[in-house]
């Protein structure tokens, strides 16, 4: 299944759950759906805006476990991307309903009424701003989020800065990281006292191939044999454990 690009800022998440959450309070608020509009101004701006804080708060606890599977995984899918919008849905609509319930909303409707009268019909509605926000985050942000990037050591002054689509690979050297990059076109390498797997914390970009070494999969050229590939100028040994990640790559 393709790939898909995905934003891993919590910044850029916080303004996609704002986007969502005001939507849906100034909707219910000003176009007063269903029986919101037996209730005057006032009491709607008291009671709705409730819904969407609840909406906010659930997006914001499902970009984290977004966020670790990205990390664990290294890629992002459709699959992926419709699991976060059915869960996020799933859970909206109870914390919708325990709500409505409450002695401050004091709904008259069961369950399945709120669900099919209330929720669906807004919910479509609301899906598509998801939708839109999530692909907008997602496909016209990816650069702007991760276009330079900073790698450091443990000694203060070891810093790196650079783009990300000048950064090769990353290779452990003992207690240190050699760090391959392009500068002005020509090959370059950094020593810095890190490990392997910090860098890859730092940047989930980077794809494992080999214990030993992480790559940039834009920088990925061929296969070497059956055991290592080529990058820009660089020969990379891939591990059996790391080649079907390799393969699906390819």
Same mark, same amino acid.
């Given at each position: 299944m393709q790939r898909l690009p995905l934003n891993t800022s919590y910044k850029h998440h916080t303004i996609v759950a704002l986007v969502i959450s005001i939507w +849906?309070?100034?909707?219910?608020i000003i176009i007063g @759906?269903?029986?919101?509009?037996?209730?005057?101004f006032t009491s709607r701006l008291e009671i709705l805006p409730v819904y969407g804080l609840l909406s906010f708060i659930v997006y914001m606890v499902l970009v @984290?476990?977004?966020? +670790?599977?990205?990390k664990r995984l290294h890629f992002w899918n459709l699959i992926f991307e419709s699991l976060f919008i059915i869960v996020f849905n799933f859970i909206q609509i109870f914390t919708s309903y325990f709500y409505y319930k409450s002695k401050l909303v004091n709904g008259e409707y069961d369950f399945q009424s709120f669900l099919l009268?209330?929720?669906l019909p807004v919910g479509i509605i609301l899906l598509t701003v998801i939708i839109f926000s999530r692909w907008f985050l997602n496909k016209?942000?990816?650069?702007?989020?991760k276009n330079s990037i900073t790698i450091k050591g443990e000694n203060k002054l070891d810093i790196l800065k650079i783009q990300l689509k000048d950064l090769i690979c990353v290779s452990s050297a003992d207690n240190y990281v050699e760090i391959y990059y392009t500068e002005k076109g020509s090959l370059q390498k950094k020593l810095l006292r890190n490990t392997l797997k910090a860098v890859q914390n730092d940047i989930p970009e980077l794809l494992k191939v080999h214990r030993s070494h992480l790559i940039n999969p834009i920088h990925f050229k061929e296969w070497n044999g059956s055991e290592s590939i080529k990058l820009n100028c660089i020969?990379? @040994?891939?591990s059996k454990k790391y080649k079907s990640v390799v393969m699906e790559l390819v």
């Open positions: +849906l309070v100034l909707f219910l @759906p269903f029986d919101i509009s037996d209730l005057n @984290p476990i977004q966020n +670790l599977i990205y009268k209330i929720y016209k942000m990816r650069y702007t989020t020969d990379i @040994p891939v």
